[in-house]
T-cell receptor
């Protein structure tokens, strides 16, 4: 299956700062990537679908101006949490989808906003 | 859109017993149903999957059944071991380029 990495694995920041999370598909050209958010003891909630070379598709209730997604190449998608607030603290996970049905997940990024 | 319900939310079994987790879905267009195991702080790991043209699939101690007419599918773990303790998520999707909708998760505890 596809190998997916994320960076950073953990980040702590002050309120009001912006945080960029990278998702890389190491061995697969990913035209589509997905970004999820997972709160403690909760399920994965899809935030947006990232399409290479075009605008991301956001799920209902997700602010596109707050969670900026850029999918500039077939191996890299980035999620930027702008003006992060404590309520944005969560586990952010990306996944890679493709011609096979299976999606492969990155290791996740734990964001803590103080 | 798709809605996936999962039961139970927690499940405790004695080591060696079987565990069953059940899910239902709403969108008849969904045709691929993966199951993921997630350990604390880690990424979800695919443990088994089933496609809509198959009614049952087995891989060693793990099996999944699908009733497409009733729109429900189940995960069966036999001879449970302590290392099976984790949170399990069912999911439904209509393809690799399509979004995956996850169930709410089941925390499985296997008691030695």
């Amino acid at each position: 299956g596809a190998v997916v990495s994320q960076h950073p694995s953990r980040v702590i920041c002050k309120s009001g700062t912006s945080v960029k999370i990278e998702c890389r598909s190491l061995d697969f050209q990913a035209t589509t990537m997905f970004w999820y958010r997972q709160f403690p003891k909760k399920s994965l909630m899809l935030m947006a679908t990232s399409n290479e070379g075009s605008k991301a598709t956001y799920e209902q209730g997700v602010e596109k101006d707050k969670f900026l997604i850029n999918h500039a190449s077939l191996t890299l998608s980035t999620l930027t949490v702008t003006s992060a607030q404590p309520e944005d603290s969560s586990f952010y996970i990306c996944s890679v989808g493709g011609e096979t049905d299976t999606q492969y997940f990155g290791p996740g990024t734990r964001l803590t906003v103080l | 859109g798709e809605n996936v319900e999962q039961h139970p939310s927690t499940l405790s079994v004695q080591e060696g017993d079987s565990a069953v987790i059940k899910c239902t879905y709403s969108d008849s267009a969904s045709n691929y149903f993966p199951w993921y195991k997630q350990e604390l702080g880690k990424r979800p790991q695919l443990i088994i999957d089933i496609r809509s043209n198959v009614g049952e699939k087995k891989d060693q101690r793990i099996a999944v059944t699908l009733n497409k007419t009733a729109k429900h599918f189940s995960l069966h773990i036999t001879e449970t071991q302590p290392e099976d303790s984790a949170v399990y998520f069912c999911a439904a999707t209509s393809g690799g380029y399509q979004k995956v909708t996850f169930g709410t998760g089941t925390k499985l505890q296997v008691i030695p």
